[in-house]
């Protein structure tokens, strides 16, 4: 497989590029969009929990920008993961002519979804970092290790998004599916409200939600809360591993027929 794409490595990059331009096509602010909606969002949410309900970390009562720098923490990964997966469910039904017209792998699809989103992601992370650098907040742990982490909510975005890319083409439904699981997926991983703020009884179920480890070192990393949890991390490492496997192992076994469904 890696030996195909660096064969049509000029086909990926060329592909990219003129993604880039038709997102961006007669636009004042060019590739700023990528960077303004996750923004206007961040400062939406901090704007309603932070100052409208008051919500403030635990043991940081006082801390303004305590709020602010535990959802930066956890969202900009989670848009990456949710980009990653939304556009990889329809990405084979939105190029069904190049798909039936053209002679290319198709594993190049999945592959130039997940550099366009890993664009976006980097842009985000290196504001977030510099951001955090000014304030005098910014640790050499959560500079080093904030890269490993979100690869752990990356890879399970490709295994699902080549999984349910594969069903769509099957089953036009699972398009619209994903968009409402993705949703709930959100509100039920700890993005947006703390662990603390549960009841001891809701707690006891977070450790079902596979990305909640990845999500909480995270918050640890830039708010110096805690030590990482190690276990945790390791049932997420598992999970992305066993989603990358499934989900290529299902495009793998059905890319042929791709072009006879579209």
Not at 40 to 48: A, D, E, G, K
Not at 126 to 133: N, P, Q, R, T, V
Not at 222 to 246: E, H, P
Request: aromatic residues 14%; hydrophobic residues 55%.
């Amino acid at each position: 497989m890696i030996l195909k794409l660096w064969q049509y490595r000029g086909f990926i990059v060329h592909s990219l590029l003129q993604e880039f331009r038709a997102r961006y096509a007669g636009s004042a602010f060019g590739m700023l969009w990528a960077v303004i909606n996750p923004f206007v969002q961040i400062l939406v949410y901090t704007l309603v929990f932070a100052h409208v309900m008051r919500a403030r970390m635990p043991g940081q009562a006082e801390d303004v920008l305590g709020y602010s720098i535990y959802l930066c923490a956890g969202l900009i990964p989670w848009t990456c993961f949710a980009e990653i997966v939304a556009r990889s469910t329809n990405m084979f039904i939105e190029h069904g002519n190049l798909i039936k017209k053209s002679a290319f792998p198709r594993v190049c699809l999945p592959v130039i979804v997940l550099f366009s989103s890993l664009i976006n992601f980097a842009i985000l992370l290196g504001i977030f970092l510099l951001f955090m650098l000014l304030v005098g907040r910014l640790s050499w742990s959560a500079f080093f290790l904030c890269i490993p982490l979100s690869l752990l909510m990356i890879l399970p975005a490709v295994g699902l998004g080549l999984a349910l890319g594969t069903l769509n083409v099957f089953f036009r439904d699972v398009h619209q599916v994903q968009g409402i699981l993705l949703q709930f997926w959100f509100w039920l991983t700890p993005i947006v409200w703390p662990v603390e703020a549960l009841p001891p009884a809701l707690r006891s179920w977070l450790p079902l939600n596979p990305l909640e480890p990845m999500v909480n070192a995270m918050h640890s990393l830039f708010l110096g809360s805690g030590n990482l949890d190690t276990m945790g991390l390791l049932r997420g490492a598992l999970f992305a591993v066993v989603t990358l496997w499934i989900g290529y192992a299902m495009f793998r076994s059905r890319a042929s027929e791709f072009a006879d469904e579209l």
